[in-house]
Nanobody, 121 residues
Framework: QVALVESGGGLVQAGGSLTLSCAAS????????MGWFRQAPGKEREFVAR????????NYADSVRGRFTISRDNAKNTGYLQMNSLKPEDTAVYYC??????????????WGQGTQVTVSS
């Protein structure tokens, strides 16, 4: 069983930056795909970014490409989401996810509990 715990959320002004962390336990995730999703009030959960196992290929939603960077530190069993140039529309609960498939995009077996990111205008 894999447990994921997000941290690093908070309140930030528009244009600011935050880095979210996703610490994993229970399994070594170097062979897992890791992803980030978000859910704003009244909206469905949406894909933000993902990083594959192995080569670490990254993909982003159009809305965050160029502003967000997903990364992973396999030695620490931790994933990250660096968020720059934040906008009020980035306000949401952010979830990290992991899946033993090395190259999945939107389907994940394990999810964290979420961390709130609020961007004020």
């Amino acid at each position: 069983q894999v447990a994921l715990v997000e941290s690093g959320g908070g309140l930030v002004q528009a244009g600011g930056s935050l880095t979210l962390s996703c610490a994993a336990s229970g399994r070594t995730l170097n062979t897992y795909t890791m992803g980030w999703f978000r859910q704003a009030p009244g909206k469905e959960r949406e894909f933000v970014a993902r990083i594959s196992a192995g080569l670490g290929i990254t993909n982003y939603a159009d809305s965050v490409r160029g502003r967000f960077t997903i990364s992973r530190d396999n030695a620490k069993n931790t994933g990250y989401l660096q968020m720059n140039s934040l906008k009020p529309e980035d306000t949401a609960v952010y979830y990290c996810a992991a899946d033993p498939k090395r190259d999945t995009y939107y389907t994940y077996s394990y999810w964290g509990q979420g961390t709130q990111v609020t961007v004020s205008s």
